[in-house]
Nanobody, 120 residues
Framework: QVQLVEFGGGLVQAGGSLRLSCAAS????????MGWYRQALGKQRELAAA???????NYANSVKGRFTISRDNAKNMVYLQMNSLKPEDTAVYYC??????????????WGQGTQVTVSS
């Protein structure tokens, strides 16, 4: 009923940039907070960046000043611009959204994940 699909992962050298995109589709009445989480091999999933429906943002200390989260409410999309990438940014990046459906149900949804690999 609701699907999140991420785009834009890949392999980049340290110091490079990538832009991730996530599109939400389906029976969506409204989208509240959206965010990007990441999970490195052998580690727990952690929040990288989040944005409210009003545009307020929150970043993990490790990405502040390098990553920028934004959203397009008209298109039900969220983006993550990643600059000055470091090898430690290597992870699977997941899109997350707090969505209320037309049937009234409100729940958190996840994308399938996209791999970001930063080579040194």
């Amino acid at each position: 009923q609701v699907q999140l699909v991420e785009f834009g992962g890949g392999l980049v050298q340290a110091g490079g940039s990538l832009r991730l995109s996530c599109a939400a589709s389906g029976s969506i009445f409204s989208i509240h907070d959206m965010g990007w989480y990441r999970q490195a091999l052998g580690k727990q999933r952690e929040l990288a960046a989040a944005i409210t429906s009003g545009g307020s943002t929150n970043y993990a200390n490790s990405v502040k000043g390098r990553f920028t989260i934004s959203r397009d409410n008209a298109k039900n999309m969220v983006y993550l611009q990643m600059n000055s990438l470091k090898p430690e940014d290597t992870a699977v990046y997941y899109c997350n959204a707090d969505i209320r459906r037309w049937d009234g149900v409100r729940a958190a949804y996840w994308g399938q994940g996209t791999q970001v690999t930063v080579s040194s």
